[in-house]
């Protein structure tokens, strides 16, 4: 059993920046792909960002694209996500994800496929 816990969210004003980040427990952390995704309330959860268990692949929305990058650091059992220009649309609660993999470069976008989950952080970008 994975236990994962985000932390690094709060509140910013638009343009400024975070580092979110998310610490597992619990297995063999480099054994996951991870994911971060979020939701604003009353909108479906939404997919962020993803990185191989190796860190060689990694994938972003559209939405975040050029403004957020992921990022793990196995010896310490860590993903991070940093996010730069903040907007009051990506206000929403963060929650990262851990997807067990065979092979060591691929990553998922579906949420349907990661296995575990943390309890999230919100993130509020004020305007």
């Known amino acids: 059993q994975v236990q994962l816990v985000e932390s690094g969210g709060g509140l910013v004003q638009a343009g400024g920046s975070l580092r979110l980040s998310c610490a597992a427990s619990?297995?063999?952390?480099?054994?996951?792909?991870m994911g971060w995704f979020r939701q604003a309330p009353g909108k479906p959860r939404e997919f962020i960002a993803t990185i191989s268990r190796s860190a060689v692949s990694t994938v972003y929305a559209d939405s975040v694209k050029g403004r957020c990058s992921i990022s793990r650091d196995n010896a310490k059992n860590t993903v991070y996500l940093q996010m730069n220009s903040l907007k009051p649309e990506d206000t929403a609660v963060y929650y990262c994800?851990?997807?067990?993999?065979?092979?060591?470069?691929?990553?998922?976008?579906?949420?349907?496929?990661?296995?575990?989950w943390g309890q999230g952080t919100q993130v509020t970008v004020s305007s």
């Open positions: 619990g297995g063999i952390f480099s054994d996951y792909a």
């Open positions: 994800a851990a997807d067990h993999q065979i092979n060591t470069i691929t990553v998922t976008v579906d949420p349907r496929n990661y296995d575990y």
